[in-house]
């Protein structure tokens, strides 16, 4: 049995940690810390908070999860995914409101991982994951039109209808020179890989972007304009006070919200992460993580954290071993912020946007986006309703209808494996079991049921039990492929005891597996012991008997059962 609680770097310790391991890992947490100074400045932009809330959150969130995570390579902080449902959160309740929100979410994954939840989560259905996927990358995409082109407005809300409708109304502020960066900024961040890929595009791309913006006076706005002097120390824990204006059933609908997407977002990241390395993750671990993670980065003035598929891919390419490689990457960013906070001010917003565009368009996953569309009809209503409800509801209802989704189709899918028939000698194809049948008499008739029996199964079962051939004095039912039961399945079980008791018909049950027949001892299943068989050949014998005793009573007229 796995351990409840053990870190993936008590495990790396375990195993013995080399100088050759720390040289990788200190080599990758430099290039992750470059890399993250860009997106997580852009990111906290576009959530609605100042810029260097993107880079605490990066810090705490992403040391403190290295530390209690249950995967080596996962890299954590601000992501796109969570974009949308911060700024939507921060507009409609403020600030202060968030970290409260992220607070109960953090208590959320915690439980989720005591529970042991981290399994479930990663089998949300596929178009479910990628409708709301590609509904944020949408709406990031329209997010960022403002900046991109330079548009004297507003911030746009987080209406996606509405936002478009601004635009239209304030093209004619249209500014060349914002467009100029924000084209200069997509092809430095597309075209910069052909050149190497040991430092980020969009480090680059800002660099570049932003020395061209001062030197030539380029009349754009900029981080500094917008949001004036970055803070150049690490903040001190705050607690700030709460009033939140809505009902706590929205509340917790914001919590869970962001809980949802935390896990999906970063077990999707670790399961990757697996991929590419053949290791393995846990799952509840990782969630644990990263509710600890995420009390403790909104504390220091962060937002939500999760794991980041981009930087987790960046760090496995980059050589890096352990999660000593992500501590290192926050400790990078500390060092920056101390000492370069000074010239984020000269950053210009429309460069930032550039970046993000590409993140969208990364993130849309457009070509599996299409490919849903060969796949069966509900697969694809699944991904309509979900990409829809996301860009023009709000993602709060898109994750919690994903959520239903994903219940409804692996309902449904077990639905499907459950059914019952009435065996014949006649039709049934395997040869020994035909043979077999043949040789019971007409007053038995064998019933056998395949798949699961619950209560979304039970119906299917107790309309299929009416199709009975004959009056039989005895009905064995083969539970032999049933390896699960609910309570309904179990009252559907003693609604067929009851009537055939009525009906004189003697019930047999057959093929019981020993977790069957605990199952049914627990829920004091009427029907006695000496009537319940492991094997059919067992029973079949029983049967025989009972024929022979019961040949002299009188049959019933006609028998309906359920």
């Known amino acids: 049995m796995k351990r409840f609680f053990h870190p993936s770097i008590l495990t790396v310790f375990q195993e013995g940690y080399r100088f050759s391991h ?16 860009p997106m997580s400045i852009a990111f906290a932009i576009a959530s609605g908070v100042r810029p260097e809330q993107g880079l605490y959150t990066a810090i705490i969130g992403g040391i403190v999860i290295a530390i209690l995570g249950g995967s080596r390579y996962q890299i954590s902080g601000p992501t796109g995914a969570f974009v949308i449902l911060i700024y939507s959160i921060v507009q409609k309740y403020g600030y202060a409101n968030l970290v409260l929100i992220t607070l109960i979410a953090g208590v959320f994954l915690i439980v989720m991982g005591l529970c042991r939840f981290g399994t479930f989560i990663k089998f949300i259905p596929y178009p479910v994951t990628i409708g709301f996927t590609s509904g944020l990358a949408t709406v990031i995409f329209i997010g960022q039109l403002k900046d991109f082109f330079g548009l004297r407005m507003e911030a746009s809300t987080s209406e996606v ?6 635009y239209i109304s304030h093209i004619h502020t249209f500014n060349f020179f914002a467009f100029f960066l924000a084209i200069l900024s997509i092809g430095i961040v597309v075209f910069w890989p052909r050149v190497t890929t040991k430092i980020p595009g969009s480090l680059i791309a800002i660099i570049v972007t932003t020395l061209i913006a001062y030197f030539f006076h380029f009349p754009v706005d900029t981080i500094g304009k917008k949001f004036g002097v970055l803070q150049s120390s690490f903040p001190s824990f705050s607690f700030p006070s709460f009033s939140f204006p809505g009902g706590f059933l929205e509340l917790l609908s914001c919590s869970f919200s962001i809980a949802v997407l935390a896990g999906i977002e970063s077990l999707l990241s670790a399961v990757v992460a697996d991929g590419m390395t053949g290791k393995k993750h846990c799952s509840d671990q990782e969630l644990i993580a990263l509710g600890v993670g995420n009390l403790v980065s909104v504390c220091f003035q962060g937002i939500p954290a999760t794991g980041a598929i981009a930087r987790t891919a960046t760090n496995i390419k980059n050589g890096g071993q352990t999660p000593i490689a992500a ?7 500390i060092m920056i912020i101390v000492f370069c906070s000074t010239w984020f001010s000269y950053i210009p917003m429309a460069s930032l946007s550039g970046i993000l565009v590409v993140i969208a368009y990364n993130m849309s996953e457009w070509r599996h986006f299409a490919k849903i569309f060969r796949s069966p009809k509900y697969d694809i209503i699944v991904l309509l309703i979900t990409f829809l409800l996301t860009v023009f509801v709000s ?3 898109a994750i919690q209808a994903g959520v239903v989704l994903a219940a409804f189709l692996f309902i449904n899918s077990m639905t499907k494996m459950t059914h019952a028939k009435y065996l014949n000698a006649e039709v049934e194809e395997d040869e020994s079991t035909a043979a077999l049948l043949q040789k019971i008499p007409r007053d038995i008739e064998v019933f056998e049921v395949y798949g699961p029996l619950f209560f979304a199964a039970t119906e ?6 009416t199709r009975i051939h004959r009056v039989p004095k005895v009905l064995i039912l083969r539970l032999r492929h049933v390896l699960i039961v609910d309570a309904t399945g179990i009252r559907a079980l003693e609604d067929i005891y009851e009537k055939t008791k009525r009906e004189g018909i003697v019930l047999l049950l057959s093929g019981v597996k020993p977790t069957l027949q605990e199952i049914l001892q627990k829920a004091n299943f009427p029907l006695r012991k000496d009537y319940i068989f492991s094997d059919f050949d067992q029973a079949l014998p029983y049967a025989l ?6 040949s002299t009573t009188v049959q019933p007229a006609s028998v309906v059962l359920p």
Do not use: P
């Not at 209808?161 to 601004?166: L, R």
């Not at 299917?460 to 039990?465: G, N, P, R, V």
């Not at 008997?545 to 019961?550: D, G, I, T, Y």
């Open 327 to 333: 501590i290192i990457h926050g400790i990078t960013l």
């Open 22 to 37: 720390f040289t990788k890992d200190l080599y990758a947490g430099i290039i992750l810390g470059i890399l993250a100074l």
């Open 395 to 397: 993602l709060v209802v």
């Open 460 to 465: 299917s079962f107790k309309t299929a039990l």
């Open 161 to 166: 209808i509405h936002t478009i409708h601004a």
């Open 545 to 550: 008997e009972m024929v022979e005793k019961a």
